[in-house]
């Protein structure tokens, strides 16, 4: 401990070793407590005093040590491993709490590198051999305050500033894969979200999905430039039996499109070759379409047995 003072600062404590001659190396350093064989080894406390009408004193663990010819050294901030029979110690890396202003910021940020690539900063959990794997929450800060938002998360690749072939960073988000592919994780988007926006608002990119798109029955998709919102996109099959059509004459079959209501755009295929057999259709009531299929010619077509398959369009 420094000394006291009444009216004035406390004393200074420096703990160094001196600077190493010209064919050497500066003395290393090492605090630690003792260890222990029947009980838990001794606490070290790294603490700076209170303050009554000033800042409370900094603590600085400096950058380590430099050099003029290599690499600048290494700084590891890590807990034990565990014994047999526990758990290894926990970390925690955190500003305090403010009563009249923001808390503190907390920057994690590599280096620069004039001849070489920016270092990489990596966030993940050890793997585990029992229970579910740990979790990993990135999230902002939630607020009190009158016409304020919550704090925005942003997830954003590097720009490529070299004017003739720099490319900016990918972003890719994936779920992890388990034993065989049909159990490998989802990836939710936008679950409790006002709204949802993908892509440029200018419509300069474009946006490739693989797989199956679902959009749900009480969902809105907006076709932006168009004017058009698709609210729903039903389908149904049904089978159809042989019949004969006379010359120049039309049969009418109504078919149940179960959600579709008037005013839908219906579209309606046979999966059979009806040859020169026109058809038409369109909503006769709620859920039932009324397809009608015109013989144009000077003599009875039979039109063969197949599935229909109708679908609606909902705007």
Not at 101 to 109: A, K, N
Not at 252 to 276: K, R, S, W, Y
Request: aromatic share 4%; charged share 10%; net charge negative.
């Amino acid at each position: 401990m420094t000394g006291f003072s009444n009216s004035s600062s406390s004393g200074t404590m420096t703990l160094a070793t001196a600077d190493s001659g010209a064919a050497g190396v500066s003395g290393g350093m090492s605090l630690s407590t003792g260890d222990t064989t029947d009980g838990g080894s001794g606490h070290f406390s790294l603490v700076t005093g209170d303050a009554t009408n000033g800042n409370g004193g900094d603590i600085t663990l400096a950058m380590t040590g430099f050099s003029n010819s290599s690499s600048s050294g290494t700084m590891t901030l890590a807990t034990a491993d565990s014994g047999a029979a526990g758990v290894s110690g926990g970390m925690s890396l955190s500003t305090g709490d403010a009563t009249d202003g923001g808390s503190g910021d907390f920057s994690v940020v590599t280096g620069d590198a004039t001849n070489g690539n920016g270092g990489n900063i990596t966030l993940a959990v050890g793997i585990g051999s029992l229970g579910n794997g740990g979790d990993v929450l990135i999230a902002g800060g939630d607020t009190s305050a009158a016409s304020s938002k919550g704090g925005d998360v942003v997830l954003r690749a590097g720009d490529g500033t070299n004017s003739q072939t720099g490319e900016g960073g990918d972003i890719t988000i994936d779920s992890g894969s388990g034993s065989n592919s049909t159990v490998n994780g989802d990836v939710f988007i936008g679950i409790t979200s006002k709204s949802v926006t993908m892509g440029r608002t200018d419509n300069a990119n474009t946006i490739d999905m693989f797989g199956d798109v679902t959009v749900s029955t009480n969902a809105t998709l907006k076709v932006h430039n168009s004017g058009a919102e698709l609210k729903g996109h039903f389908s149904a099959t049904t089978a159809f039996t042989s019949v004969a059509i006379s010359a120049s004459q039309a049969r009418v079959e109504f078919m149940n499109l179960p959600n579709a209501q008037m005013g839908d755009i219906v579209h309606c295929t046979f999966d059979a070759a009806i040859g020169v057999i026109m058809t038409s259709a369109s909503m006769y009531s709620a859920e039932y379409v009324q397809i009608v299929m015109f013989n144009p010619t000077a003599a009875p077509i039979t039109v063969p047995s197949s599935n229909i398959r109708c679908s609606a369009w909902q705007y």
